[in-house]
């Protein structure tokens, strides 16, 4: 049977990415360039630098994405592109290429929140990337973790989300990266710091969970300030140990509480299937722990293949895909008058 391609398009923050996805969700390609090279010298994302280095890349990475996916344009059905949550500069760069293709095939062209894509991203099937597993049946939870979101999600249906809880502060990524900037370990830090912790103890240090009595809520405020006041009191750890053992520590703060507040979810929603999503969803210790306590309470826990956690196109090309499927999606044509949003909530 002959698929709908969607070519999809991201460019919200630091990677400038295309993928094109059937409409039965198989990932046909999935081209992600970093800037992280670019923005690493200045400790977190230079807007600036964003928005131009994606204007350069963003034409070979669609040609890239329909190279690898051995299909020209003209075999397309459609075409999906982040309109946000992100950076505004950077949004417009692969708005406008995608308006651009759109227009030139006549193609309808769907505007997609990149949270939502986030949360969708566990129903790709990607064969490259992807070791055969289940997927979620509707409704699950979905803990949305990034570098810019921290929340917990009711996923009821293919558009159809509600808004459990949400931080009411710094992201879980944001503050994984404060402290890895911090201790001079790098940028970015998440995947620094997830693999000094591999060695460390999680116990070495009592770091604050925050906000108890709050289970939907989440704070890394007070967490950030408590890593400042031990780096403060007993400096930058300089053996590989006791620096292993800070990340180890500081790691399992944040993590417990992740887990902790999203089961918590499922249980006073009775939904026992939790999605784990975002950047933050690549960490090892978060996808370990999530599955280990959602099996002690029965809970079936589903994370996608990192690469499908963070940012890449192939999940705005299959929200797209559906929403094309379910004819929500505009005539040829139409769409061309789309704008990027620097804050778009879900629904
Ligand atoms: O979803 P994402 O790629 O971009 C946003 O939409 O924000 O998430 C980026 C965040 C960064 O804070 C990065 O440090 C974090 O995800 N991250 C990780 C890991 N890989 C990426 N955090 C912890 N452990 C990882 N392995
Ligand atoms: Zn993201």
């Known amino acids: 049977?002959?698929?709908?391609?969607?070519?999809?398009?991201?460019?919200?923050?630091?990677?400038?990415?295309?993928?094109?996805?059937?409409?039965?969700?198989?990932?046909?390609?999935?081209?992600?360039?970093?800037?992280?090279?670019?923005?690493?010298?200045?400790?977190?994302?230079?807007?600036e630098i964003a928005s131009r280095s994606h204007l350069g890349r963003v034409i070979p990475i669609i040609e890239g994405a329909l190279d690898r996916a051995e299909i020209g344009a003209a075999d397309l059905a459609g075409v999906a592109v982040t309109r946000g949550p992100g950076?505004?500069?950077?949004?417009?760069?692969?708005?406008?290429?995608?308006k651009a293709v759109a227009f030139a095939h006549h193609l309808p062209l769907v505007g997609v929140n990149h949270l939502e894509a986030h949360l969708m991203a566990v129903l790709l099937v990607d064969g490259e990337v992807d070791r055969p597993r289940s997927r979620p049946a509707f409704p699950f939870v979905g803990l949305l973790v990034s570098g810019g979101h921290t929340a917990i999600y009711l996923v009821r249906d293919w558009g159809d989300l509600k808004l459990i809880g949400e931080t009411r502060d710094d992201a879980a990524g944001e503050a994984i990266?404060?402290?890895?900037?911090?201790?001079?370990?790098?940028?970015?830090?998440?995947?620094?710091?997830?693999?000094?912790s591999a060695a460390g103890n999680r116990a070495a240090w009592a770091f604050p969970r925050a906000l108890p009595r709050a289970p939907t809520e989440f704070s890394f405020s007070g967490l950030k300030?408590?890593?400042?006041?031990?780096?403060?009191?007993?400096?930058?750890?300089?053996?590989?140990?006791?620096?292993?053992?800070?990340?180890?520590?500081?790691?399992?703060?944040?993590?417990?509480?992740?887990?902790?507040?999203?089961?918590?979810a499922c249980?006073?929603?009775?939904?026992?299937?939790?999605?784990?999503?975002?950047?933050?969803?690549?960490?090892?210790?978060?996808?370990?722990?999530?599955?280990?306590?959602?099996?002690?309470?029965?809970?079936?826990?589903?994370?996608?293949?990192?690469?499908?956690?963070?940012?890449?196109?192939?999940?705005?090309?299959?929200?797209?895909?559906?929403?094309?499927?379910?004819?929500?999606?505009?005539?040829?044509?139409?769409?061309?008058?789309?704008?990027?949003?620097?804050?778009?909530?879900?629904?």
Do not use: W
């Not at 630091?14 to 046909?28: F, I, K, M, Q, S």
């Not at 990266?177 to 000094?196: C, E, H, N, S, W």
């Not at 210790?285 to 996608?304: D, I, M, N, T, Y």
């Open 177 to 196: 990266d404060k402290f890895a900037r911090m201790a001079g370990l790098g940028y970015p830090g998440g995947p620094i710091v997830d693999t000094l």
């Open 87 to 98: 950076l505004v500069g950077a949004l417009l760069v692969g708005l406008q290429a995608a």
């Open 225 to 264: 300030t408590a890593v400042r006041t031990h780096i403060e009191h007993h400096g930058i750890p300089e053996g590989d140990a006791a620096l292993a053992d800070l990340c180890a520590s500081v790691q399992e703060a944040l993590v417990d509480v992740l887990v902790d507040k999203a089961l918590h």
């Open 267 to 347: 249980a006073s929603l009775t939904v026992p299937r939790l999605v784990i999503c975002g950047g933050v969803a690549a960490n090892s210790r978060l996808r370990a722990l999530a599955s280990e306590r959602g099996e002690a309470v029965g809970v079936e826990v589903h994370q996608p293949p990192r690469p499908l956690c963070t940012d890449n196109a192939a999940m705005i090309a299959g929200v797209g895909a559906m929403a094309l499927a379910q004819g929500q999606a505009p005539s040829p044509g139409a769409g061309l008058d789309l704008n990027a949003a620097a804050t778009l909530p879900i629904g």
């Open 1 to 47: 049977m002959t698929r709908r391609l969607i070519l999809g398009v991201e460019s919200s923050c630091d990677e400038t990415a295309a993928a094109v996805v059937g409409d039965d969700l198989v990932v046909r390609s999935n081209v992600v360039a970093s800037q992280d090279a670019l923005h690493a010298p200045y400790g977190g994302v230079v807007p």
